[in-house]
């Protein structure tokens, strides 16, 4: 069964000569707009760069499965056993404000503790912590740091762009697809485009889905042991089939994700299912090309764990702020699960910048908790 899993190699990457200079201007946007966001953010304080808005921060547990094959048995997931966990659900806007403002795209960023071995981050290697930070789409809408230069600066001004109604939205269109025009022709972002209106195109505007129903994923590509992965956070059906409060509509009121999760973890506990997708065919699941969605059929996503979310209560101010003093990052993970590709690298520095600037601007202490109760008290 192994034969037919890509096994990882340091050659699956294709090492791009400008990374290094592209990956430092990206941080210096990134820290400007942190910087920024104190005044122009509406809050007060220094907002993330992306997902700037969180939902609840909630409490949970990662069990890892028992008797799993041997090719998803890889890495952390080789050895059964149930891991206090931490949730983040946010919204995917680097803006905040009301939720009809921000669109549809949510973010499930995940936290388990008690995990042995060194993270791949220099500065916090013996945390004890892993970290997902997903999206509920399975594609992203950027293939190079180069890329996304010119899609990072168009995302932060979106609100102006389309505030202009018809022809601002054109100007955006268009400077996305050519660079701002520092593209030439044949090498026009159509492929990120197509991407990025596959991630926007959304239910109508008076329904969105209870974040507790949407799946969410690595979108890029992890190290998975001796393999190669995209990793899916996904509901589990008879937890998804008890949800009460399923189609929101985001113009009832300025806030609707949030109190509907609030409502439905006082109500009844969750369940997600953590589940593995193994690379087969390096071509058709690339690693580097993140607008393409790995197909189903040739691999499909297999359960290797289960995420419960026990009944509890996240109402309340602190809960947000609680929430809003940690820091996720898809790169604070064992070498065995390290992400992979252009994308995925640049993330590595980024966020850690990103987050170090953010907490310094808030006057917040950044320190790695090492449990929930650390972070939440103790469970009632």
């Known amino acids: 069964m192994a034969a037919q899993f890509v096994p990882y190699a340091p050659d699956v990457e294709v090492q791009d000569p400008d990374f290094d200079r592209h990956v430092q201007t990206v941080i210096e946007k990134t820290e400007n707009y942190i910087a920024d966001s104190v005044q122009a953010g509406g809050t007060g304080q220094a907002l993330r760069d992306a997902h700037a808005k969180g939902y609840g921060l909630v409490r949970g547990t990662v069990e890892i499965l028992d008797g799993l094959p041997p090719e998803y048995a890889q890495g952390i997931y080789a050895t059964p056993g149930t891991h206090d966990a931490l949730i983040r659900f946010s919204n995917g806007s680097p803006h905040a404000g009301a939720d009809a403002r921000l669109g549809a795209a949510t973010g499930l960023a995940l936290k388990m503790f008690g995990i042995p071995g060194p993270t791949l981050l220099e500065d916090e290697p013996d945390t004890g912590t892993f970290d997902y930070a997903n999206i509920n789409g399975p594609i992203f809408f950027c293939n190079t740091v180069e890329h996304y230069l010119f899609i990072q600066e168009l995302f932060l001004n979106a609100p102006a762009y389309f505030s202009q109604g018809r022809p601002g939205a054109h100007r955006f269109y268009t400077e996305f697809v050519t660079g701002k025009g520092t593209l030439d022709q044949d090498n026009w972002a159509w492929d990120e485009f197509l991407a990025f209106l596959r991630l926007a195109k959304t239910p109508p505007a008076n329904v969105l889905l209870n974040v ?57 506990p969750y369940a997600f299912d953590i589940q593995v997708q193994l690379c087969t065919d390096l071509a058709r699941m690339p690693v580097e090309d993140t607008t393409v969605e790995w197909p189903e059929q040739l691999s499909p996503s297999v359960t290797v764990a289960k995420l419960r979310l026990p009944q509890q209560d996240i109402s309340g101010p602190e809960n947000l702020e609680r929430m809003d003093s940690l820091s996720f990052t898809p790169w604070r993970v064992t070498a065995e699960h390290a992400p992979l590709g252009n994308i995925m690298r640049a993330r590595k520095e980024v966020y850690r910048r990103s987050s170090i600037v953010r907490h310094k601007l808030n006057q917040q202490p950044r320190t790695e908790p090492r449990s929930a109760d650390e972070v939440l008290g103790p469970a009632q």
């Open 212 to 268: 507790l129903l949407s799946s969410y994923w690595t979108m890029g590509a992890v190290r998975h042991g001796d393999y190669i992965a995209k990793v899916r956070i996904t509901p589990d059906p008879d937890s998804a089939a008890k949800v009460v409060r399923r189609d929101i509509d985001p113009t009832s009121a300025a806030e609707v994700f949030r109190p509907a999760l609030e409502a439905e973890l006082q109500e009844r």
